[in-house]
T-cell receptor, first 116, second 112 residues
Framework: KAGVTQTPRYLIKTRGQQVTLSCSPISGHRSVSWYQQTPGQGLQFLFEYFSETQRNKGNFPGRFSGRQFSNSRSEMNVSTLELGDSALYLC???????????????FGQGTRLTVV | GESVGLHLPTLSVQEGDNSIINCAYSNSASDYFIWYKQESGKGPQFIIDIRSNMDKRQGQRVTVLLNKTVKHLSLQIAATQPGDSAVYFCAERFGDTDKLIFGTGTRLQVFP
């Protein structure tokens, strides 16, 4: 069974540009979450999508947005890139059905974004 | 591989010893507490979780302890092996969503 796939693995962008990152969840998983990881701030929650609806959003500016498609694949977009957006962006999927009980989140390897 | 964290607390243990990694949390409303392991160049990997109404849960070579009185979570790894070297994160989960709030992480180094 294929794991969570994130593309691209590495990306270099210039300040002011915009970027789109892609995440393909494990087959059958309907929940996709995004996290930003930096040495200074650690792992921070960006947003969560379930059945094409944003269910939760972290404390990030509006430049960060995302969406989920009917096949559960998700993209996140960052507009007007700043140097501080340089980070590892991680996507996680789970078989979360919206009910009670913990379900394991499976993470991809991430996309390393460098803004210059 | 990617740099996971440059200023993480580090725990160094000898191969074969037991390791204890600690985590303090702030939100009493968390439903689950979860431990993740992140190796260099990889995403976090689920190790074990514990529901908020429990105080201990055991897995293979790992035990998680939850002390709600002092809002403290710990991960015990028995007979630590070189392959256990990684950064370990605790995380809190709320309700029926997948939103995780992560702790700062601890780097575990295992030496022979």
């Amino acid at each position: 069974k294929a794991g969570v796939t994130q593309t691209p693995r590495y990306l270099i962008k210039t300040r002011g540009q915009q970027v789109t990152l892609s995440c393909s969840p494990i087959s059958g998983h309907r929940s996709v979450s995004w996290y930003q990881q930096t040495p200074g701030q650690g792992l921070q929650f960006l947003f969560e999508y379930f059945s094409e609806t944003q269910r939760n959003k972290g404390n990030f500016p509006g430049r960060f947005s995302g969406r989920q498609f009917s096949n559960s694949r998700s993209e996140m977009n960052v507009s007007t890139l700043e140097l501080g957006d340089s980070a590892l962006y991680l996507c996680a999927s789970s078989p979360q059905t919206g009910g009670i009980g913990n379900t394991e989140a499976f993470f991809g390897q991430g996309t390393r974004l460098t803004v210059v | 591989g990617e740099s996971v964290g440059l200023h993480l607390p580090t725990l160094s243990v000898q191969e074969g010893d037991n390791s204890i990694i600690n985590c303090a949390y702030s939100n009493s409303a968390s439903d689950y507490f979860i431990w993740y392991k992140q190796e260099s160049g990889k995403g976090p990997q689920f190790i074990i979780d514990i529901r908020s109404n429990m105080d201990k849960r055991q897995g293979q070579r790992v035990t998680v302890l939850l002390n709600k009185t002092v809002k403290h979570l710990s991960l015990q790894i028995a007979a630590t092996q070189p392959g256990d070297s990684a950064v370990y994160f605790c995380a809190e989960r709320f309700g029926d969503t997948d939103k995780l709030i992560f702790g700062t992480g601890t780097r575990l180094q295992v030496f022979p």
